[in-house]
């Protein structure tokens, strides 16, 4: 950085200018930020495919675990955007996953700890070798 301060005449002067011009700086500023935004932008709508035959190839030869996946993701989804419609109160979902439980998929059983594993157990398994 002190090579942009101690050589560029470019870089000097476009710090004065942000310093002493006020709408220099929200000029700057903005061409700082919609600049790569519109470039972006440009980039994503001429690298986006919507091909409907290359979809159909795609869902047609997927491995079973990733359709099994979106399967589980849908489900979730709708059991998630479900609760949500029917307004009820989704704070302890976010509290058991604090806690590290998971919340099991019966109705009224809404909260399940993982099971804890025998540490003594493990340790005998696996002698330590110095």
């Not at 005449?9 to 942000?18: D, G, H, I």
């Not at 709408?23 to 930020?33: D, E, K, R, T, V």
């Not at 109705?107 to 025998?118: A, F, H, S, W």
């Amino acid at each position: 950085m002190s090579l942009l301060w101690e050589k560029s005449e470019s870089w000097r002067w476009l710090v004065r200018k942000t310093r002493d011009s006020k709408p220099f700086f929200f000029f700057f500023a903005a061409a700082c930020g919609v600049v790569p935004g519109v470039i972006g932008y440009c980039v994503m709508q001429f690298t986006n495919s919507r091909q409907e035959q290359l979809e159909a190839h795609l869902r047609k030869t997927a491995s079973p675990e990733s359709t099994m996946m979106g399967q589980v993701n849908k489900e979730r989804l709708a059991e998630f955007l479900g609760e949500l419609q029917r307004k009820e109160d989704t704070n302890d979902r976010y509290a058991a996953a604090l806690r590290g439980e998971i919340l099991t998929r019966k109705p009224y059983v809404r909260i399940q700890p993982l099971p804890k594993e025998d540490n003594e157990e493990t340790n005998k398994e696996t002698p330590k070798e110095k």
